[in-house]
């Protein structure tokens, strides 16, 4: 079983970044693929982006190319969302969410493990 904990959210204004982190405990994930997902207000659950377990493949949602990059430590069974150029349209509550298959994938179905969330608002 594998717990994960976000954190790094808060409020920022539009232009600004945010870190956030996704703490794995419980067993080991280093094998498992990484995803982060996002829930605004009234919306479906939507992909943003997800990292393989090597950190040699990742995924990016149209919608955040160019200013979100997720890596991973593998070491501190971390795995790390860098947010800049954040826009209103990104406020959402993020989670993160593991998958056994350790493959690079942007299904939520395919993910087992999943987060509470951290919530990210963006002012503009």
């Known amino acids: 079983q594998v717990q994960l904990v976000e954190s790094g959210g808060g409020l920022v204004q539009a232009g600004g970044s945010l870190r956030l982190s996704c703490i794995a405990s419980?067993?080991?994930?280093?094998?498992?693929?990484v995803g982060w997902f996002r829930q605004a207000p009234g919306k479906e659950r939507e992909f943003v982006v997800a990292?393989?377990?090597?950190?040699?493949?990742?995924a990016y949602a149209d919608s955040v190319k160019g200013r979100f990059t997720i890596s991973r430590d593998n070491a501190k069974n971390t795995v790390y969302l860098q947010m800049n150029s954040l826009k209103p349209e990104d406020t959402a509550i993020y989670f993160c969410a593991a998958s056994r298959s350790g493959i690079l994938t942007t299904k939520s179905p395919a993910y087992n493990y999943w987060g509470q969330g951290t919530q990210v608002t963006v002012s503009s």
């Open positions: 419980g067993r080991t994930f280093t094998y498992y693929a």
């Open positions: 990292i393989s377990w090597s950190g040699g493949t990742t």
